[in-house]
């Protein structure tokens, strides 16, 4: 997969700006940390905020937290760009928040975080003299 970060000329609603195709997953990358890592949290299973905020911790080893303004404003953005879904299966609620909102990646969300993997992963090995790359196995 050929990925290009494409930047476009025209500000957010300019006379001339060209909406971006937003089906593309190259439209979306580069990733903010946030949402990249969010993504990742959600691709085995659906999860509430909370949980979201301690699998991204878990992933990243402790290198990476989002504290909820962080997260929740993510997830309004994730939502309105359709990388994220809220779902409508709850839990049952003897056992759940009836306030907790579940959200899963998207089809689309699949796509971009798989994207910015190979972006990253192209960059590291492209950052190191061939002598010194780590092993890096396929994105």
Do not use: W
């Not at 957010?12 to 940390?33: H, I, N, Q, T, Y």
């Not at 609620?93 to 993997?117: F, I, K, N, Q």
């Amino acid at each position: 997969m050929d990925i290009r970060v494409r930047t476009c000329q025209h500000g957010p609603g300019k006379r001339g700006a060209v909406a971006p195709d937003r089906s593309d997953p190259s439209e979306f990358l580069p990733l903010p940390v946030a949402t990249f890592h969010i993504l990742l949290a959600l691709r085995d299973g659906e999860k509430h905020g909370y949980a979201i905020m301690r699998d991204v911790e878990e992933l990243s080893e402790g290198a990476v937290t989002i504290g909820p303004g962080t997260m929740y404003g993510s997830i309004k953005r994730m939502l309105a760009e359709g990388l994220i879904e809220e779902s409508a299966e709850r839990p049952d609620p003897e056992m759940d928040d009836e306030r907790r909102r579940y959200y899963r990646c998207s089809g689309l969300g699949e796509r971009v975080c798989l994207a910015e993997a190979e972006r990253l992963t192209k960059l590291l090995r492209n950052s190191f003299p061939r002598a010194l790359q780590p092993k890096l196995g396929p994105a």
